[in-house]
């Protein structure tokens, strides 16, 4: 895979190189992932009944974003990492089941955002029990999408 090599050549090999570069990159990497979780987590739990005083047409905006802007930054850094050493990541089973998960928790969180559910949720500030499910499995998906992470460095 051409890109493959491309990516482990540079930026891979520059973050090889320097003594700061990746655990620079790195700690950006798990800031963007505080950033993603603390504000999916706090949506999501007030999507759960928690948080019920603060308004959800409040919340949703904002927290919303700053999750989108902490998955950039997370894929932004993350692929930063992975080009380091790009064909053991490739190989490495907590490492793709993290990718499959990621991928998962966003699909259900534009899902979430696109449907009627959300919708009328922001409009009436009640959620009905389909978005408590996707709340639920959100919650669940990127939690499990962290402690994979962390299984990389083992496996």
């Known amino acids: 895979m051409e890109w493959i090599e491309a990516?482990?050549?540079?930026?891979?090999?520059?973050?090889?190189r320097s003594a700061i570069a990746y655990p620079l990159a790195n700690a950006a990497h798990?800031?963007?992932i505080g950033v993603l979780l603390g504000a999916i987590a706090t949506l999501d739990l007030r999507l759960?009944?928690?948080?019920?005083?603060a308004p959800l047409v409040h919340l949703a905006g904002p927290l919303a974003r700053m999750a989108g802007w902490g998955l950039g930054f997370a894929l932004l850094t993350g692929l930063l990492l992975f080009s380091v050493s790009?064909?053991?990541?490739?190989?490495?089973a907590?490492?793709?089941?993290?990718?499959?998960?990621?991928?998962?928790?966003?699909?259900?969180?534009?899902?979430?955002?696109?449907?009627?559910?959300?919708?009328?949720?922001?409009a009436e500030g009640e959620t009905?029990?389909?978005?408590?499910?996707?709340?639920?499995?959100?919650?669940?998906?990127?939690?499990?999408?962290v402690l994979a992470g962390r299984w990389i460095g083992f496996l």
């Open 30 to 32: 798990i800031l963007s």
């Open 48 to 53: 759960l009944g928690v948080f019920r005083g």
């Open 128 to 145: 009905g029990a389909a978005l408590r499910v996707a709340a639920l499995l959100s919650l669940l998906v990127w939690t499990l999408a």
């Open 7 to 16: 990516l482990a050549a540079w930026p891979g090999a520059a973050l090889r």
């Open 86 to 92: 790009p064909g053991a990541y490739l190989g490495n």
């Open 94 to 122: 907590a490492f793709q089941v993290k990718l499959a998960l990621v991928l998962a928790g966003t699909l259900n969180a534009l899902a979430l955002h696109r449907g009627a559910p959300w919708r009328r949720a922001l």
